[in-house]
């Protein structure tokens, strides 16, 4: 069904994010009539620019990015309405004039004053542009919605993302924030409800009776690139881990919402991520490995030291790679490790989660040749493969008693007939129908770095000593693997 007549407002609409992501998720959402049908698109921008002149730009965009052939009709469609209007938080006049604006282009378009603003900026326009929306009443929901869209990073540490939540708050509701981690927008990452929650067969297992342990991958191929100067303060732990991996950790970890709503989905999984234990810096230090890649290559592409990266500082002790390991106090997981990795510039693009069940006790097979013996596992990935498969040991055939272990593959293609997207058009659907259950509640937010806190404290004080440098196109630093041996575990190995 079609959302309600709306305005989408798009604050950087000459950004990376705006030309890249958002014109085409709203061009297949467009394609597959999922926008209102009365739809007013606005871009914002700082610097003085004609709608033709936008337009022109956000066409070139579509037609570079757009994942599917563009029908220029559609495209016509959704573009052709498009209306620049300038404004800028640093001149409040701008905005009194932008909502006059968009008072007469709601009422030309009748879109019932429903309206939608996107922040595609860099994070520290947030509260600016926030705060002159709020000053000029466009936050006030009068028998209309009024939504507010943002992206990570929510703040940078625990401290920051307290202050813009709660600054956030002091302006507009809870319920009118919508903050995204496109991690949610993966099918894979969505289904991991449905396979917990909609088959009998693998909630009886899943706790610390059945389960070993539990790894989160999120390996990248790719380097740093040009940048530099947004990564270099961030890293790899804040750029990756209190969102991304965190949200595949609440979502395996949380405890069964009593519902499929907002409210009690959204609650587990902040419930879940305020159990994670909170490590003193000492424990933080045994329990985390950091890594820096050198110049090499990945595949046939080169890369260059992450130091001599354009915009990073000479001598930087930024970390490119991350491991931890994690424990959950609370009944179902004490005792049960979770064990995150994630890097840049690694061999291979890889996105897990692998649930390791616990052995089995051998005894009966104590003599048996083992060939290859596999770990019962449970894998959920959307890279290299969307799907699940699941590890267990086989006989070989012959008149020997030899195992071996084998892969049950589920693969999303074999199964669906699915179009490329990019990963976003979900999540505009939901912040355009009012249905916030994939989005970031501020609880979870300062949830996440309250257990990343300790990790952050902890290696920036230890600066140099501890970081570790490994080759691109590995696995990342050889501790990482010292990290599990330690427990007499493993990370799973691909293939
Ligand atoms: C972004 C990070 O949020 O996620 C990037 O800022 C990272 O550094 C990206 O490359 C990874 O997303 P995906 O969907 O490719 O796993």
Same mark, same amino acid.
Request: glycine fraction near 14%; charged fraction near 30%.
């Given at each position: 069904t079609r959302p309600d007549p709306c305005s989408f407002v798009i604050f950087g609409v000459t950004g990376d994010l705006a030309h890249r992501l958002v014109i085409p998720a709203l061009y297949n959402l467009a394609a597959n009539h999922l926008l209102p049908e009365k739809f007013c698109l606005v871009g914002i921008a700082r610097k003085a620019m004609s709608s033709d002149e936008l337009r022109d730009g956000l066409m070139k965009g579509l037609h570079q990015y757009a994942t599917r052939a563009v029908d220029d009709a559609i495209a016509q469609r959704l573009l052709g309405c498009l209306t620049c209007i300038e404004a800028d938080p640093n001149d409040p006049a701008s905005f009194d004039a932008m909502s006059k604006r968009l008072d007469e282009l709601e009422a030309a378009q009748q879109t019932g004053g429903n309206r939608l603003f996107y922040l595609a900026t860099p994070p520290n326009a947030f509260l600016p542009i926030s705060r002159e929306l709020g000053r000029t009443g466009m936050l006030k929901e009068n028998g209309s919605w009024r939504r507010l869209v943002i992206e990570k990073p929510f703040g940078t540490d625990l401290a920051s993302a307290r202050e813009l939540n709660s600054e956030l708050l002091k302006i507009v509701d809870e319920h009118q924030i919508y903050r995204i981690d496109h991690y949610l927008g993966k099918e894979t990452v969505q289904n991991i409800l449905v396979l917990r929650f909609a088959n009998g067969m693998f909630e009886p297992i899943w706790n610390r009776n059945h389960i070993d342990h539990i790894q989160i991958t999120v390996d990248?191929?790719?380097?740093?690139g040009h940048r530099g100067s947004f990564y270099d303060v961030t890293g790899a732990l804040r750029d990756m881990v209190p969102n991304h991996l965190f949200q595949l950790l609440s979502l395996v970890a949380?405890?069964? @919402?009593?519902?499929?709503d907002a409210h009690a989905v959204r609650s587990e999984k902040a419930e879940v991520l305020a159990a994670i234990q909170t490590q003193t810096e000492e424990e933080a230090l045994r329990n985390s490995v950091r890594g820096q890649y050198r110049a090499g290559r990945v595949g046939d592409t080169e890369i260059d030291d992450y130091r001599k990266?354009?915009?990073?500082? @000479?001598?930087?002790?930024?970390?490119?790679y991350a491991a931890l390991k994690l424990t959950i106090d609370n009944w179902r997981w004490a005792g049960v490790p979770f064990y995150l990795r994630t890097g840049k510039a690694l061999g291979v693009k890889r996105t897990e989660i692998a649930i390791k069940f616990k052995q089995a006790p051998f005894a009966m097979f104590r003599d048996t040749p083992v060939d290859r013996l596999s770990q019962n596992y449970l894998i959920i990935s959307t890279e290299p493969t969307e799907g699940i498969a699941l590890q267990f040991n086989t006989k070989v055939p012959g008149p020997n008693i030899n195992i071996d272990g084998v892969e049950m593959k589920f693969r999303y293609k074999d199964y669906f007939k699915t179009e490329p997207s990019t990963g976003y058009e979900t999540l505009i659907y939901d912040c355009m129908i009012g249905d916030n259950i994939l989005f970031q509640r501020a609880d979870s937010v300062e949830a996440g770095w309250q257990a990343v806190q300790p990790f952050l404290d902890a290696w920036k004080k230890a600066a140099a000593r501890g970081l570790k440098v490994y080759e691109p196109?590995?696995?990342?630093?050889?501790e990482a693997n010292e990290l599990m041996e330690r427990d007499g575990r493993s990370w799973r190995k691909l293939g």
């Open positions: 990248e191929k790719i380097g740093v949380m405890e069964p @919402p009593a519902k499929f990266t354009p915009d990073v500082k @000479p001598g930087s002790n930024t970390e490119t196109g590995s696995e990342g630093p050889e």
